[in-house]
């Protein structure tokens, strides 16, 4: 049977896609090679928008007691968040495996086949679809689809196979990752600059686990996956914190390095790339988890309208163009905070300059956008209001006629478009009639009282970003058509 999208990878980035296109409408299955979740957890938490993005489908609280960050940073320069005028907090000290979990559950709510120990060793592009091959358990097997998106990591076989140059930076440090158990360690939370140019962090999971991440200078990065032992990661950390944790044990462990990628094109046909397999980096505050996740946020929506003939193929060209520019400062910044937080005392001066300038409303402003990934803009055509393009804050309420109030997470939870109108014109909600398959009305009154009151109207994307204001947004029957496709007959 033929689908509307594979997807090849069932971490956390495969998962919110094949989840986002369910939503939608399309009919998705996912592969992966492994017969069951690792359970491993590179990345601990994630960013405030990422938060926002999982609130704005309800999954947050799926997520269990969370736990916000009190400090924010930028290569180890501290941030002082609380001055800023929003919360640029994020989730932290939440294994990755934990919001996989939470993925895992919601997308098999909803139907969608995931289906493991099947590994990808080809295919072939069609004129109207793709073909896929896949080693399983019981031997080849193929799958048809009108897309093939690869959220298979760093290393990924989709890109390989479809001749997309992943051209970036070779391996230059070393680090090792571990959860270790039995070793109750204080907590370094943005990590322990140590004398000589090396970091150690640690942060307590669970009573009795801890992660601890180790770069020692001088540690070549030579290992692979499953190479390393535990006695080596207990005598680097006891070289770098004088404490011995041979007594503890790991219940995971892998050694990484600080080489990149990214890919020249996140779309190349019928051929999608997301999260590590579009961009690869050495793992630094749960930025790579982060940004993938918005990558399925963000192509989700879009390749589900495309599948169900109600918008043009074209559509897709708007993933690259808004993502892969993400990916861009997405490296930057990996590359600059690495370098702020993991060389020796010769970066020192640099370090006293960055937390002067952080010191200053704007710079702090800056960087904690960068962090957080709040201060995301994209191109949508239209200018002249200062949200056009950006996120509408998932917390604000609007009160509608009835007296009660919804958030505009709320509202965003079917992952369709929402045209939000505040002033009682009805003009604006008639004009919108064609489009009511895939676009809600919602009138009412802003309950929160700020700046932004001043906006009789809004269009609001499935990914929360804003594409068409009033006063100030240009023509909504063109921002209607552009983002969601011809009017229904």
Known sequence: MAHGAIIVGA??????????????????????????PSGESRGLGFTSRTAEVFDQRGLLEGL??????????????????????????????????????????WVAELGVEVRRGHELTGFTETEDGVVACFEGPDGPVEATAAYLVGCDGGKSTVRRLAGIA???????????????????????PIGERIPGGGMVLSVTLEPGVDRIVIHEPGVRPHHGEGELTFAELADAWQRMTGEDIHHADASWMCALTNASGLAEQYRKGRILLAGDAAHDHAPLGAQGVSVGLQDAANLGWKLAAVLRGQA?????????????????????????????????????????????????????RHLAGRVSGLHIRYDVGATGHPLLGVRLAPYRALERGDGSRVKVAELLH????????????????????????????????????????????????????????????GDLRQALTRWFGPAAA
């Open 414 to 473: 079917p992952a369709r478009g929402v045209l939000i109108v505040t002033d009682g014109d009805e003009t604006v909600a008639k004009t919108a009639v064609g489009w009511a398959d895939r676009v809600d009305v919602v009138t009412g009154t802003w309950a929160d009282q700020d700046a932004d009151n001043t906006l009789d109207a809004v269009l609001v994307r499935p990914d929360g970003h804003v594409v068409w204001t009033a006063p100030d947004g």
């Open 312 to 364: 043009p193929e074209a559509l897709l060209d708007t993933y690259h163009s808004e993502r892969h520019p993400i990916g861009e400062k997405l490296m930057v910044d990996v590359q600059a905070a690495s370098l702020l937080y993991l060389s020796g005392e010769e970066m020192e001066p640099l370090r006293a300059v960055m937390r002067e300038l952080v010191q200053l409303p704007e710079a702090a």
């Open 64 to 105: 269990g007691d969370i736990r916000w960050g009190k400090q924010g940073h930028f290569g180890g320069v501290r941030i002082d968040f609380s001055l800023l005028e929003e919360s640029h907090f994020g989730v932290m000290g939440l294994a990755q495996s934990v919001t996989e979990d939470m993925l895992g559950a």
């Open 166 to 188: 992943f051209p970036g930076d070779e391996a230059t440090r070393g680090l090792y990752l571990a959860d270790v158990v039995g070793a109750d360690l204080r907590m370094r």
């Open 11 to 36: 971490g956390p980035v495969g998962l919110m896609l094949a989840g986002e296109l369910s939503l939608g409408g399309a009919d998705v299955v996912v592969y992966d090679k492994l017969p069951a």
